[in-house]
């Protein structure tokens, strides 16, 4: 809070509004042929009262505010969701994040195909169109990478510890209705998922899995699936590892046994105490972040709302717990409704700081009644200090000054 222009104690100086050469923002204008293009304007015009100047004329598509900036962290094959930055649960289409093995192909949508054959009574190939023609479903889940886990130092954010989820409604056609038309046979376990990408990205998926809730989605919050999502077409498994959601998806092979791929092998696989590796953990566990206060928050001593999101693979989250002392007691915090199954639920808890240095955590549980595990328990279970499927609960801790940082035993 400020406070009102030009009464006692306001900290807005007459030069600076009559100043400001220096570009303040880009904005949407209208030319004298009609055209909206951007144009750069001064802190002096972005000040000017907007009720007494006419704005730009509704536009083909809509634009975020230019002083609204929110961005994806990239690297080479990967970029991650702004979660201390969202509001609500549902992630932009433009923020999903995205994890790509040979980089995002170009396709035609009306010369895309998706063959189904194999262990089937009649080998079918179904356009883009044909997807379409069939009963649609919309469905609100997240998605999120087998490898989201960041740990190497205090000042990460939640976009950079779990940045690789997110939240979309999807639209498309059940796979199991695929699966009637082509006449599944009886004996066949497993089919293989090939997508269209340069990796030739390939995983085998059990039969149940595709029968059950499996989707071929072509559309993602209402428009058309994305290119980085999978344009124009992509698996979308609920609850299980995004890379079993093939994107681009061409071709689905159905077998009695699964292909043994270099993704489920050599890769998305993941080591357990007595030497041993785990292969086919497909669900992704409960798990949950304060995204806020987080890293790179300051807050200021009495009453904070902390705030965050939860999720489970096995179902719905039937609670969170908060802990503001360290993990000595805990208090369940308020589920943002309606929950829903397989998807990110918003959590609350009202928390008065009284200035001292603390640490604060979350913890999910599901309806199945898994909890979410403690650092040290997934190290003494794996044997290791990361990987695929890990899913600590994340500790910030708060300092005197209002800094908010990971806490250290990530580094370990």
């Given at each position: ?213 499996t989707m071929v989605a072509y559309a993602q919050n209402g428009e058309a699936v994305r290119p980085e999502q999978g344009y124009p077409a992509r698996l979308v498994l609920p609850g299980w590892e995004g890379n079993t959601c093939v ?166």
């Open positions: 809070m400020k406070p009102i222009e030009g009464y006692p104690g306001s900290k807005i100086k007459r030069r600076t509004l009559l100043g400001g050469a220096a570009t303040a923002a880009v904005v949407l204008a209208q030319t004298a042929f009609g055209k909206v293009m951007q144009k750069a304007v001064t802190q002096a015009e972005l000040i000017v009262d907007p009720t007494k100047k006419l704005g730009p004329p509704p536009g083909a598509i809509g634009t975020r505010s230019p002083f609204e900036k929110p961005f994806k962290l990239p690297s080479d094959t990967s970029s991650r969701t702004p979660l201390q930055d969202l509001f609500g649960t549902l992630t932009p289409s433009d923020l999903h994040y995205e994890r790509h093995h040979g980089g995002v192909p170009l396709i035609d949508p009306d010369k895309y195909e998706l063959l189904i054959h194999g262990m089937v009574k009649k080998p079918m190939i179904f356009t883009l169109r044909d997807l379409k023609k069939f009963p649609s479903v919309s469905r609100t889940m997240f998605l999120e990478c087998s490898g989201n886990f960041r740990g190497s130092k205090e000042t990460l954010s939640p976009q950079e510890i779990c940045g690789l989820t997110s939240q979309s409604e999807w639209t498309g056609v059940m796979l199991s209705t695929l699966f009637r038309e082509v006449g599944i046979d009886p004996r066949a376990t497993w089919f293989l998922a090939e997508g269209s990408d340069a990796a030739v990205m390939t995983r085998s998926i059990p039969i149940d899995k595709g029968w059950q809730d994107k681009w998806v061409r071709r689905i092979e159905v077998s009695d046994k699964p292909f043994m791929t270099r993704e489920e092998t050599s890769k998305y696989t993941e080591p357990v105490t007595g030497g041993k590796i785990r292969q086919f953990s497909f669900v992704m566990d409960a798990r949950s972040i304060i995204t806020y206060p987080a890293y790179p928050a300051k807050v200021e001593k009495g009453w904070i709302e902390i705030r965050g999101i939860a999720w489970s693979g096995r179902g719905k989250v039937v609670k969170v717990e908060v802990s503001t002392n360290g993990g000595n007691t805990w208090n369940e915090a308020l589920l943002q409704v309606p929950v829903l199954d397989k998807a990110h639920t918003g959590f609350r808890f009202l928390w008065r700081w009284n200035g001292e240095t603390t640490e604060i955590m979350s913890r999910a549980m599901d309806e199945t009644g898994y909890t979410q595990p403690f650092y040290k328990t997934l190290l003494e279970a794996r044997g290791g200090t990361g990987g695929y499927h890990f899913n600590p609960v994340t500790k910030w801790i708060v300092q005197k000054n209002g800094e908010v940082y990971l806490h250290p035993e990530a580094k370990k």
